[in-house]
């Protein structure tokens, strides 16, 4: 009923930036709290950002600084633009979404399939 859809992932030079979109489509009601997550090989998925509803952000300490979390709610699409990549961003980033398919209801965590993103020189 609802699918999220990543893309801009790819290979980046050291100090390069990228820019990641994911875009949500289906029956939504309303899209609430968005982020990013990545995982690398052998590693747990760890959350990078995250953006609330109304706009407030949280990010990894790791990427402070340099990651930046955006949404577009009449798009229902949620970015990240990354700067200043290192070799450590390596990984297969994914969104996620709280949605609500109904006016009334509780709402649902929603996952994209992924985009690799790697920072190689």
């Known amino acids: 009923q609802v699918q999220l859809v990543e893309s801009g992932g790819g290979l980046v030079q050291p100090g390069g930036s990228l820019r990641l979109s994911c875009a949500a489509s289906?029956?939504?009601?309303?899209?609430?709290?968005m982020g990013w997550y990545r995982q690398a090989p052998g590693n747990q998925r760890d959350l990078v950002a995250a953006i609330s509803s109304g706009g407030v952000t949280a990010y990894a300490d790791s990427v402070k600084g340099r990651f930046t979390i955006s949404r577009d709610n009449a798009k229902n699409t949620v970015y990240l633009q990354m700067s200043s990549l290192k070799f450590e961003d390596t990984a297969v980033y994914y969104c996620n979404a709280h949605v609500t398919t109904q006016a009334s209801g509780v709402s649902a965590l929603y996952w994209g399939q992924g985009t690799p993103v790697t920072v190689s020189s």
């Open positions: 289906g029956s939504i009601f309303r899209l609430n709290a």
